[in-house]
């Protein structure tokens, strides 16, 4: 079956504006996470759901990020008023259960002028 | 916190040559560490995990818990090898993972 999916795969902003990103999970996987990994830098962790859960938001990195995720299906991550430390790419990955393996999307590279 | 550290951000290995690739991390309690390799032109993917106990690929991961370490290691490196791997550790209770930066692995022919 397909993996997870993500788009846009590239996507280049300037300063200010707002972008949204999406993410499709393998259908069936309960847990959905977003990371953020900048140029020479490690997965940084950003949100994690769970089914229906109350989401751990705990790695967003100011008030500017969001993250929504309707039942098991679609999330999409939104970036507001976008700076240039936001040029990263952005990956999801989901699971079938918490503490299962994760697959990754291949990422949407953002690139913030 | 947890964090994870991977000391080298290259490693270049000959062909048939033993691979080792450093991960060290520091968390209190008790972790749950993972390798993840990404291939050229792949998607990041889960090579192996402590708690398995298994050879993936030739790849084994021991951890020690006296020197906060699950280093990387293949007895005799492939070319097909040459990925970027990532260490990663998972704290008790929490579903998020903590990466290391990366080590970019290149096997020479």
């Known amino acids: 079956g397909a993996g997870v999916s993500q788009s846009p795969s590239n996507k280049v902003t300037e300063k200010g504006k707002d972008v949204e990103l999406r993410c499709d999970p393998i259908s069936g996987h309960t847990a959905l996470y977003w990371y953020r990994q900048r140029l020479g830098q490690g997965l940084e962790f950003l949100i994690y759901?769970?089914?229906?859960?109350?989401?751990?938001k705990s790695g967003l990195p100011s008030d500017r990020f969001s993250a929504e995720r309707t039942g098991e299906s679609v999330s999409t991550l939104t970036i507001q008023r976008t700076q240039q430390e936001d040029s990263a790419v952005y990956l999801c990955?989901?699971?079938?259960?918490?503490?299962?393996?994760?697959?990754f999307g291949p990422g949407t590279r953002l690139l913030v002028l | 916190a947890q964090r994870v550290t991977q000391p080298e951000k290259l490693l270049s290995v000959f062909k048939g040559a033993p691979v080792e690739l450093k991960c060290n991390y520091s968390?209190?309690?008790?972790?749950?560490l993972f390798w993840y390799v990404q291939y050229s032109r792949q998607r990041l993917q889960l090579l192996l995990r402590?708690?398995s106990r298994e050879s993936i690929k030739g790849f084994t991961a021991d951890l020690n818990k006296g020197e906060t370490s699950f280093h990387l290691k293949k007895p005799f490196a492939q070319e097909e090898d040459s990925a970027m791997y990532y260490c990663a550790l998972k704290a008790f209770g929490n579903e998020k993972l903590t990466f290391g930066t990366g080590t970019r692995l290149t096997i020479i022919p």
């Open positions: 759901f769970q089914g229906n859960s109350a989401p751990d």
């Open positions: 968390y209190s309690g008790s972790p749950e």
């Open positions: 402590h708690i």
């Open positions: 990955a989901s699971s079938l259960h918490r503490g299962q393996e994760l697959a």
